[in-house]
């Protein structure tokens, strides 16, 4: 293995495949590498622009087509927690990014490089020895899927059955915090996180959950337990962990077939309605019964095998606990907003860490109308056709008045952001799959059990 302290030397590979700087250096390398493209695009756009009798703003400048591309293809070549943290913040920073940010990030959803070969046979003669090949009757060196922090291969074991192992790249697991402390530095110094928001605590939470997600022996137990805890219900299937061929860098379980859950698109609206009905199912259940909440609704993360009507549940690395009373003071917002009482809406929503602003406060009339507005779909005992007309535009609307009152800063805690990340990835799938969900249904029975 190279050695820590020097850069990977890069070596050409196939089409769609980058060698992963590993070391801390190469890596820092790499992020040095990103900010000085930036300040030549930035300088080389400034020119133009003043050429041409225009004077552009520091934000124009940074915010050029030239420069997204820069920004995505370096954290996609870097993979690791650069990546994820550009991921999370597309997902969860929404009303924290200027939106030309948030549009580049987002394509990091679906941006990743494979390992070399090289690099793939020095991951697998760590974990299985130099011999790893005679462990399997066949070994598909080319990936199925890559993605922020390891890459999925087929395989079939010498007693014949089929299993995929999600291998890790090298040094993913050692250089998370350095990955999110260069990148939250290069967009702090850059401009493009607003000074007057404190985005320490999350980074902080952010480098715990990547160091849990680095960790694939903690992810097998949390696949492992969502088997357990589902095995009775026929709609959902949780593939078996392959443990012998498992460890803290390679993860394997059995091979289920399946196609893309966004397929279901196509079928028939009654199969639609079926499988977006049953996720909410499952979210509800995960926060209010469960306690436990896989929190990363990426589309990959799910298939469906048409042929069983199950829906396939993969990838449990960003698992999270919530306690009785983060679940509690959730169900008493809910309850409060479904009897359209502010008062104790704002009690809940201080009570889950929330800044609700001063009683008669604008901000506090601006927050009610965006609880409101978000909770509204689970008031009326109907069938909700998602998309919802108008939410995303209404919600957009509020968070351009919200970002003129420092009391919005305030970052709420983090399980409510990974909360509202699941959240809106389910709303996400439903308007996909253009599913009638009656949600309002779905957590009645809830209402009276906390």
Request: hydrophobic residues 45%; proline residues 5%.
């Amino acid at each position: 293995m190279p050695s820590p302290d020097k850069p990977d030397t890069d070596k050409p590979g196939r089409a769609g495949e980058k060698r992963l700087p590993a070391s801390r250096f190469g890596r820092f390398g790499q992020v040095a590498k990103l900010a000085g493209g930036v300040a030549g695009g930035m300088l080389a756009e400034g020119g133009r622009r003043l050429a041409s009798g225009k004077l552009p703003s520091a934000k124009d400048l940074l915010l050029t087509p030239g420069n997204a591309k820069r920004v995505t293809a370096q954290l996609a070549e870097m993979r690791g927690a650069a990546m994820k943290l550009g991921q999370m913040l597309s997902m969860d920073g929404g009303d924290l990014l200027p939106p030309e940010l948030a549009e580049i990030l987002s394509r990091l959803r679906s941006s990743a490089y494979a390992m070399p070969t090289d690099q793939l046979h020095k991951r697998l003669s760590r974990t299985f020895g130099k011999d790893w090949r005679s462990l399997f009757a066949h070994f598909n060196e080319t990936p199925i899927a890559a993605a922020s922090i390891g890459q999925v291969h087929r395989a079939k074991t010498l007693d014949g059955a089929n299993i995929v192992l999600k291998i890790q790249y090298p040094g993913v697991a050692k250089s998370i915090d350095s990955d999110i402390d260069n990148v939250a530095t290069l967009l702090r110094v850059a401009g493009l996180i607003p000074k007057a928001i404190d985005i320490q605590p999350l980074l902080d939470d952010a480098k715990a959950q990547l160091r849990a997600e680095a960790d694939y022996a903690r992810e097998a137990k949390h696949q492992q337990r969502f088997a357990n805890m589902l095995k009775n219900d026929p709609r959902f299937l949780v593939p078996k962990v392959e443990q012998a061929f498992s460890g803290h860098s390679i993860l394997a379980m059995d091979y289920v077939n399946g196609i893309p859950i966004e397929n279901v698109a196509g079928m028939s609206q009654a199969r639609r309605n079926e499988v977006a009905t049953a996720m909410f199912e499952l979210l509800l259940r995960e926060l209010f019964e469960l306690h436990y909440m896989q929190t990363d609704p990426n589309f990959a993360n799910y298939l469906y095998d048409a042929r069983h009507k199950k829906i396939i549940l993969l990838d449990f690395g960003a698992t999270r606990r919530f306690n009785n009373a983060f679940a509690k003071n959730y169900m008493q917002l809910f309850r409060a907003a479904m009897h359209s009482d502010d008062d104790a809406l704002c009690i809940a929503a201080g009570q889950v860490g929330y800044s609700v602003g001063e009683p008669g406060s604008a901000y506090r009339s601006l927050l009610l109308e965006l609880f409101n507005t978000v909770l509204a779909p689970f008031r009326n005992d109907e069938a909700l056709e998602f998309p919802l007309a108008g939410m995303m535009e209404s919600l957009g609307a509020l968070g351009e008045r919200a970002r003129a009152h420092t009391d919005f800063w305030q970052a709420p805690p983090a399980d409510a952001l990974y909360l509202h990340r699941k959240v809106g990835g389910m709303y996400l799938l439903a308007s996909r799959l253009e599913a009638h969900v009656n949600v309002h249904r779905l957590l009645q029975p809830w209402l009276n059990k906390l």
